[in-house]
Nanobody, 122 residues
Framework: QVQLVESGGGLVQPGGSLRLSCAGS????????MSWYRQAPGKERELVAA????????NYADSVKGRFTISRDNAKNMLYLQMNSLEPEDTAVYYC???????????????WGKGTLVTVSS
């Protein structure tokens, strides 16, 4: 079965760093665009960063640009998010997301991980 399993969350002090990982299984990892989303209490889930299937293109939310780096290792079916200069506002549950459009159709296939909690606090 398809699985996306996040890891690496935890408690970190402001200004600190953390690296999140997402392990994919049960699907052809390298044909899916991958993203990190996050959701803070009382707020909508928001896109943090996205990366194309072979890693040639990335996009970041303005709030994390310059601090976070998304990357992937298709040989290992892994997605990463390196988070530096963390701020209390980064506190959220972070979710791994995979998406592709079925060829010759407009149908989407997507998968969500269950999330990992990042808490930035002194």
């Amino acid at each position: 079965q398809v699985q996306l399993v996040e890891s690496g969350g935890g408690l970190v002090q402001p200004g600190g760093s953390l690296r999140l990982s997402c392990a994919g299984s049960g699907f052809t990892f390298n044909i899916y665009a991958m993203s990190w989303y996050r959701q803070a209490p009382g707020k909508e889930r928001e896109l943090v960063a996205a990366i194309s299937n072979f890693g040639g293109s990335t996009n970041y939310a303005d709030s994390v640009k310059g601090r976070f780096t998304i990357s992937r290792d298709n040989a290992k079916n892994m997605l990463y998010l390196q988070m530096n200069s963390l701020e209390p506002e980064d506190t959220a549950v972070y979710y791994c997301y995979a998406k592709r459009v079925v060829p010759l159709t407009t149908r989407q296939v997507d998968y969500w991980g269950k999330g990992t909690l990042v808490t930035v606090s002194s």
